[in-house]
């Protein structure tokens, strides 16, 4: 273990198993199964800074591979074996943080493929989902195809969304949660991009933003674990 963050490793069935890393479960209030974009793994800058900061708001993170990841693919894993990298990372974080009230998400891909998951079958135990940056449709194709599927998650939902995000063009973001009702909580980060980088112009910079992506998921997952 290293500043607090453990390897492990996660069994897929048989002999296949993807790495991960629990970070910050010292006097932590709940724990998020965070799981990486298409294009980086769970060492990419950005996971790791946003698992420190989620620490220090006392909040565990599990951050995982997917399997092609793992095998250092740069092509993502069909649904069903991304889904099943989900379940299996839930499960994981519950058998070893058991009474720990247990959140899950991740960034972009990552959002996305647990957000399916638990629209096909519930992941057990978790309260909600936390979606950093919902890649709702490819950049310069704006469309709210991608998001159908979530009118079947019965959890609530926290999305964390840059005003200049191309994955997600603000007016169909906002629509997306809207048509969610009550279960969806739409943060909004002005000038971040889907990256979360913010222009000098913004009067802010990345570092603040990524604290603040920390501080609202403290926030937000306080009131369902209460």
Known sequence: MTDGVQPLRIALGGD????????????ARACLVLAHGAGAGMTHAFMASLAAALSQERIATLRYQFPYMEKGSKRPDVPAVAHAAVQAAVAEAARRLPGLPLFAGGKSFGARMTSQAQSKQPLEGVRGLVFVGFPLHPAKQPSVER???LADVRIPMLFLQGTRDALAEWPLIEQTARGLGKLATLERIEDADHSFHVRASSGTTDARV????????RSWIERLAA
């Open 147 to 149: 998001a159908k599927h």
């Open 16 to 27: 296949s198993g993807v790495c991960a890393l629990l970070q910050g479960t010292d006097g």
């Open 210 to 217: 990524l604290e603040g992506l920390a501080a609202t998921t």
